[in-house]
T-cell receptor, first 113, second 112 residues
Framework: DAGITQSPRYKITETGRQVTLMCHQT?????MFWYRQDLGHGLRLIYY???????DKGEVPDGYVVSRSKTENFPLTLESATRSQTSVYFC????????????FGQGTRLTVV | RKEVEQDPGPFNVPEGATVAFNCTYS??????FFWYRQDCRKEPKLLMS???SGNEDGRFTAQLNRASQYISLLIRDSKLSDSATYLC?????????????FGTGTRLLVSP
């Protein structure tokens, strides 16, 4: 049971570059989420998706783009990476929707230099 | 005021001790409450949901106090493997959408 997997696990990129973080889930959960986790902050929601082809902004969406052409995949793209986007990114999925229990991938540790 | 507040700790306890964490939340309309566990450099994992009547799972007991807007987690007979950060999570609403609001966590260190 693979669950939810993220790739890459670690990424170093330069300011201004585009980078895509991948997320794949095998549970067929309708809802998927992207969070970032930074020191001093709880996890913050970047984008979420209620189903294939349905995405919406979370609390901190600026500088990020998502797509969801298939239920199982939810990639997150940083269009032009900035140092403030250095963070740990977690993808998550949920069977019952927003505001309900979510299950997380292993995380991607992104450093923008 | 933060939506979810936790004592960051660390709580240093010996093996076998009982330890309790509290968490306060500001949104009185919150309906769902959870405790997650996060090991160093790992993903958060759901530990338990918190129900109005309280619930117990082995050595772990969670309580909800709606009047005072706090939830608690009690760990009995602490094990070395309980060392982790415990995240209090509450559902809330941002302009137009529900969301999970995560506390910044309480760190627990269990020593031999």
């Amino acid at each position: 049971d693979a669950g939810i997997t993220q790739s890459p696990r670690y990424k170093i990129t330069e300011t201004g570059r585009q980078v895509t973080l991948m997320c794949h889930q095998t549970w067929s959960h309708s809802y998927m989420f992207w969070y970032r986790q930074d020191l001093g902050h709880g996890l913050r929601l970047i984008y979420y998706s209620a189903a294939a082809d349905i995405t919406d902004k979370g609390e901190v969406p600026d500088g990020y783009v998502v797509s969801r052409s298939k239920t199982e995949n939810f990639p997150l793209t940083l269009e032009s990476a900035t140092r403030s986007q250095t963070s740990v990114y977690f993808c998550a999925s949920s069977l019952r929707g927003l505001g309900t229990e979510a299950f997380f991938g292993q995380g991607t540790r992104l450093t923008v230099v | 005021r933060k939506e979810v507040e936790q004592d960051p700790g660390p709580f240093n306890v010996p093996e076998g001790a009982t330890v309790a964490f509290n968490c306060t939340y500001s949104n009185s309309a919150s309906q769902s409450f959870f405790w997650y566990r996060q090991d160093c450099r790992k993903e958060p994992k759901l530990l338990m949901s918190v129900y109005s009547s309280g619930n117990e799972d082995g050595r772990f007991t969670a309580q909800l106090n709606r009047a005072s807007q706090y939830i608690s987690l009690l760990i009995r007979d602490s094990k070395l493997s309980d060392s982790a950060t415990y995240l209090c999570v509450v559902n809330g609403r941002n302009t137009g959408f529900q969301k999970l609001v995560f506390g910044t966590g309480t760190r627990l260190l269990v020593s031999p």
